[in-house]
């Protein structure tokens, strides 16, 4: 079954400690890309990979890190989370074939920073 | 630089009645654009995209959106709406240029009345 996996789905911290929000994806795709989901403000987009080694940024990178060492995998780091990064993530796959796209989303992590 | 608006913060349609979502975007150059559906507790899902060619793109669960270049909209349009069209919409724009970024609206909420 084609899916996009994101662990854990929920996550309570404090502020500083640093926190890695895995995405793991088994379709071979090639771009993903992470979101984070606010009242009001929609969808934004933290950072995206085109392939292995080829990550940038997205909207709201600011207070994020990623790294793209494999291409089934894709982690979200936040090195000393805030309450401003208090969210709901999403990490997404894409196949994109001669301009024709389809994307895949994980579930969802959300995260509570306090 | 990008941008997409959706002016309306909820739509409320009758069972059967056509719907329609608005999306407005500014974009440099040639645009991707992209519809999104998040259900109640169902998590993201990719609607449609549009690419360069017909006007009218067609997408899954019997939604299509209407492209119009000298409006700069993309409006996501259903025939005949259900109840469980209820969801959460978003839109989205990606620049040809500019690699995945990908700017979304604030969202739309629809809600079909029985």
């Known amino acids: 079954e084609a899916q996009v996996t994101q662990n854990p789905r929920y996550l309570i911290t404090v502020t500083g400690k640093k926190l890695t929000v895995t995405c793991s994806q088994n379709m071979n795709h090639e771009y993903m890309s992470w979101y984070r989901q606010d009242p009001g403000l929609g969808l934004r987009q933290i950072y995206y990979s085109m392939n292995v080694e080829v990550t940038d940024k997205g909207d709201v990178p600011e207070g994020y890190k990623v790294s793209r060492k494999e291409k089934r995998n894709f982690p979200l780091i936040l090195e000393s989370p805030s309450p401003n990064q208090t969210s709901l993530y999403f990490c997404?796959?894409?196949?994109?074939?001669?301009?024709?796209?389809?994307?895949?989303f994980g579930p969802g992590t959300r995260l509570l920073v306090l | 630089a990008q941008s997409v608006a959706q002016p309306e913060d909820q739509v409320n349609v009758a069972e059967g009645n056509p719907l329609t979502v608005k999306c407005t975007y500014s974009v440099s150059g040639n645009p991707y654009l992209f519809w999104y559906v998040q259900y109640p507790n169902r998590g993201l899902q990719f609607l449609l995209k549009y690419i360069t060619g017909d006007n009218l793109v067609k997408g899954s669960y019997g939604f299509e959106a209407e492209f119009n270049k000298s409006q700069t909209s993309f409006h996501l349009k259903k025939p005949s709406a259900l109840v469980s069209d209820s969801a959460l919409y978003f839109c989205a724009v990606r620049g040809y240029t500019g690699g995945f970024k990908t700017i979304f609206g604030a969202g739309t909420r629809l809600f079909v009345k029985a």
């Open positions: 997404a796959s894409s196949v994109v074939l001669s301009d024709q796209e389809t994307q895949y």
